[in-house]
């Protein structure tokens, strides 16, 4: 392969956790002459490599490798670093004749390379916000958690309003600014605050603010680089079984030693990452999927250490103290394998109508991103499924050959791009929507609190409609309203939702905002 002749573009992959985009990344990385950058918001820090899931150190000799592991632990690195970092690495690749290969499923980091941002912003607006201390970020619609505590203007906007309840703080933003009230949940302090601060400090609403950046993107040339973007997918229920059989061999490969090192390493800087306080577990390498989840049993195990070197040499209790303590930690495991099974769920819903929609606009672009999809369900067809086909389409790429349709590589892709928008939703189009038939009431829910469903943006509810567990309530809301003497005429959430209200759950049809 002569690469003096192939595009300066980029490939990217993406993914759920634990669906192989390392490994997919390596074998890419030798067929098309490529080097590695890491895009894990995670796997930027320096050890812990069970926890944040780091290839092994002879996997990562097989190719060169960027990005990974090279931030200290106690410290935060946000996305505008990675953004620098990695602008600067596909730089010195491209200058090395090589192909940058981006992994990671940490989708806002890739999203942040592939796309410019800064171009949203004019220089007028870059000067408001840079003068009065925001971040410039904020001018995009950005629903994401950026890693990043912001200024110190932004941490001493949050601490004025410190003691103001989430619902309080969501009126006031609801007064100020309506629409962007409307795309935030009151519980989501950090974004109800962040509009707050937006709108009070520049003298502008901060939908308006999104408004002018949506037009702005629609007019300008966004992608850097001509880039192929694999979307390495897994169906649920083999995903779902593959990642809780991950967490088991994580613990077999030294996590609960990870995750105490971690919070005495933490505890030795004072229990904090720079930026934010001891029980924050929303920046740097706290967020990593769990370590929050076993902090009770870290806590009980330092505690019953305690009280037997208290307890001159007696054993009573110790047998029961070491049945909570593995009590906690099976808890922990449960707790652990349900959250990394909802990160992946949120990743996917990222990819789905963000990501991919974002790549999809540039179709009609000088520059254009080409999303593939690549079916990773069956291990055993590995070869065939994905590193073979995705060898094929890396080398047409940068070869500059035609490209296979997208569509076309597999059944799975077929169906997925078919239920996949052309446009990413915007500001204006993005609507919160209310699920009456699995919201409860205070006398419903079992733990006697008030429960409400909101679905963000029409393809989650869509998605939400079709779930297992709606389909399930609904049919509980058929049997409740035909016990009490009066049966749906009709098989639709609206019928159901609509005589909830007759009987006295105080909600009407699903609504929107």
């Not at 203007?153 to 989430?166: C, D, L, M």
């Not at 409307?182 to 974004?191: G, S, V």
């Not at 799975?412 to 446009?423: C, E, G, P, S």
């Not at 779930?467 to 959430?493: A, C, E, I, M, W």
Request: with cysteine; charged share 30%; hydrophobic share 35%.
């Amino acid at each position: 392969m002569d690469m003096n002749h192939v595009r300066k573009g980029l490939i990217a992959i993406t993914g759920t956790t634990g669906v192989g985009k390392s490994q997919l990344a390596i074998e890419l990385a030798r067929a098309v002459n490529g080097e590695v950058i890491n895009a894990d918001a995670l796997q930027v820090y320096r050890g812990y490599n069970v926890i944040t899931n780091k290839v092994t150190k002879e996997e990562a000799a097989a190719v060169p490798h960027h990005l990974l592991g090279f931030v200290d632990p106690t410290q935060e690195y946000s996305v505008q670093r990675f953004e620098h970092d990695a602008l600067q690495k596909i730089d010195e690749i491209h200058r090395r004749n090589r192909v940058p290969i981006l992994v990671g499923g940490t989708n806002y980091y890739i999203q942040s390379v592939l796309f410019r941002k800064s171009l949203i912003s004019s220089s007028s607006r870059h000067r408001i916000f840079t003068e009065n201390g925001l971040d410039v970020d904020d001018l995009a619609d950005e629903d994401n958690d950026r890693g990043s505590k912001g200024t110190s203007v932004e941490r001493a906007f949050e601490a004025s309003k410190k003691n103001i309840s989430n619902q309080k703080l969501w009126e006031e933003l609801k007064r100020v600014d309506p629409l962007m009230a409307e795309k935030w949940h009151p519980n989501n302090r950090r974004k109800v605050l962040r509009s707050l601060e937006v709108s009070q400090t520049t003298g502008k609403r901060h939908s308006e603010w999104v408004q002018e950046s949506e037009a702005a993107r629609n007019k300008e040339e966004t992608l850097r680089f001509p880039t192929l973007l694999f979307w390495l997918y897994a169906e649920k229920d083999v995903l779902n079984k593959r990642l809780d059989e991950r967490v088991d061999k994580m613990v077999e490969r030294g996590l609960f030693d990870e995750v105490s090192q971690l919070a005495k390493d933490l505890d030795d800087v004072g229990g904090a990452i720079i930026g934010g306080p001891k029980d924050d577990f929303s920046i740097g390498l706290k967020q990593a999927i769990g370590f929050r989840e076993f902090q009770h049993y870290l806590r009980t195990i330092e505690a019953t250490a305690t009280a037997v070197q208290d307890a001159d040499g007696g054993s009573g209790g110790h047998t029961a103290a070491e049945e909570e303590v593995e009590s906690l930690k099976n808890e922990g495991l449960v707790d652990m394998k349900t959250s990394t099974r909802r990160y992946a769920k949120r990743q996917i819903s990222w990819i789905r109508n963000k990501l991919i929609p974002e790549c999809r606009e540039t179709v009609n672009k000088a520059t254009q991103a080409h999303a593939y999809i690549l079916d990773a369900t069956d291990l055993d067809n590995w070869d065939s499924c994905v590193r073979e086909k995705g060898t094929d389409i890396a080398e047409r790429f940068i070869n500059n050959k035609v490209l296979l349709d997208a569509a076309s590589v597999s059944p799975v892709a077929q169906a997925l791009f078919a239920d996949i928008k052309d446009k990413p939703e915007t500001l204006v189009s993005w609507k919160r929507y209310h699920c009456s038939v699995c919201s409860k009431t205070v006398l419903e829910a079992k733990d006697g609190v008030a429960h409400e469903v909101w679905l963000n943006g029409e393809d989650e509810y869509h998605q939400h409609l079709r779930s297992r567990q709606h389909k399930k309530n609904l049919r509980y809301r058929k049997r409740f309203l035909t016990n009490v003497g009066d049966p749906p005429s009709q098989d639709d959430d609206a019928s159901v939702s609509a005589k909830r209200a007759n009987v006295g759950s105080g909600k009407g049809d699903d609504t929107q905002q």
